[in-house]
């Protein structure tokens, strides 16, 4: 029980939000993963149904015959998307496929998704039905189903809250923690290409803001903004896999970048990984304007970009046969039993560690 | 799909956002309610593990032996709650309770959640600790496991979003749907205090505006202060009921006030209800504040509060029996035939149309 009294004065209720007179810890200083790493510490599961709580991409409940997972997602305007470039439909289909990415990372199908919703006044009508034509038209394409959710208020800006359920028979769930030394390293896809399709849209914003006449020219960049805009979850991957007869010893999706989802694979399996920048698949187009337009390093953009929504796993090397001629399921390296030993083999033949960027949200002021 | 063009302008992008040029219909008109009745027109379900989509407590998923129930609450500071006189512990613990409560209002017994939360960088560790404090100590009580989340930045303030996942078996589950004439309509606990509690938090933060160094003296309120900082879901109702042998025709949790779930339950079962003024629960000293001090007819409290989080529920007459000595069971009247018509009959035996005032966060600005 909270014991907590109830009758404190409104000094004594401020001051554990503001914490000005003992020491104060600073939320950035903790990082996301820091703060989810303490929450997770002090959370114990009570009941038999509660089979995997928090640290994968979803939860996994047990549902009799199958498992169920949930995972949750929460977008913030401002931090996650910028209204500027961002049209209302695509966040909505993105805000849907960020989650059903989630439940694919564990090996499993969505079926259903609550949506919760907090907004400001200056939202009209018209702009939630712009943003739930996105979120029917991702549930229609995912065949998932819009079952629930909360709509309210907010002092300011959009707030979007999603939870999705998925279910995945027993022997087929794929945690991040079954990677074992010698399984081979598969990246759906092509990275880096949504992380430059941001830089696009950004620069397309400073332009508007100095000439809003002026026509922006987007069509170069088609692919890298549809990236960025509306990702697609990769529900095809888990399906041909199963039809492949591959069950992946490990998996997650990749939301805050290649590096960083090695990082999450190779603590919970404790073990490391080496991979070969050659090896590391980037869309030939956004190659370009990774290197020509913005100066970054392509393997820079694709290694910690985030926002792919591609699947990182791991196979078994005997089956390696069943899926070396994928078109779209690149081996980019091997898992080592060093834990936390990450490498990057360069073009050049340089082995160099690799560092988890990844995407901090709190870093950035917030 | 979403065909929706990808390399729109800027300015053809912020269109439909604010919707200047065309008719641009606001939120607030249309209210909560309508905004929820407005997304659910245009949802169909399409997986047949959905049983039951928008429009009840919960909604229901098969799970095979059982029902899968998943309820969702988004919690907006500045809407939901004033941190000047909510402390974070506390408001942890509510977000957990008024999720069990939805579960709870099903018949069904929460088992998971997973919180999603947005913070500005004025939150401190410690600040997120006392959330979390608050949201086990929730956890603890109701024997429910915390399975997952996201914690991200906001721009401001703090957004709490919360899905809870419960079970009940299959022939045990009750939806608003369910009242037929002549059933017998029920309340837990008492109902007003909440609102009240509310009216004595706010006024006590006026005085500490003018006069930081007051001390408030709650101890007379703590009742009401209680009811609306840390209001108890009614799982031990849910339980009692069970071992009673009686299964609710309808149900509904008291979260907009005793008017509006009257309301939605009659929408729902497409039936009227008739309830009787002295009937309705009311505690003491709630009253004597209500009726003496904030000079607001108890009755008004009691219909249109809200966050009491009692459970509102119809019985079959036969169950009269079963019931009639439970303490905390009010039976405030019954349920006839005639749709949309909701009746109080005073203590002076007039008969007044109810009116389901509730609340809407929209019309307050927002």
Redesign the interface.
Known sequence: ??D?P??????E??Q????MT?????????G?FG??D??AQ??????S??V???GDD??V?D????Y?L?????L?????FD????????LG?KAISVNVSDIAAMNGKA??V?V???????????????L???I??????Y???????????????L?L?I?A?G?VPKDKVVYRSGAKPNDIICVTGDLGASYIGLQVLER??EV?LVN?DM??G??K??YM??RQ??PIARTDIVFELAELGIKPTAMIDISDGLASELFHLGKNSGVGTRIFEDKVPIDQAAYEAMALEFKIDPITCALNGGEDYELLFTIHPDDFEKIKNHQDIHMIGYVHEKPNEHTLVTKHGNAVPLRAQGWD??K???
Do not use: W
Request: glycine share 8%.
């Open positions: 029980m909270c907590e109830l009758t404190c004065t409104v000094n209720r401020l554990p939000i503001y914490n003992e020491k104060r810890s600073e939320i950035s200083d903790l996301e703060l989810i303490r929450i002090h959370t114990q599961l009570q009941n149904t509660s995997v709580g928090i979803a939860a409940l549902g009799g015959e199958e169920i949930v995972s949750t997602d929460l913030a305007e401002g931090v996650h209204l500027a470039f961002t049209p209302l439909h695509h289909h079926e259903q609550v919760s919703l907090a907004l400001s006044n200056r939202f009209s009508v018209e702009a939630v039905d712009a739930y034509e996105g029917r038209a991702a549930c229609q394409q065949k998932v189903d819009l079952v629930g959710g909360d709509t309210t208020a907010s002092r300011s800006g707030i809250s939870t359920v279910r397309e914003k508007y809003p026509q922006p987007l069509e960049y088609e903004v549809g805009l509306r949200h709190f950035s002021g917030g």
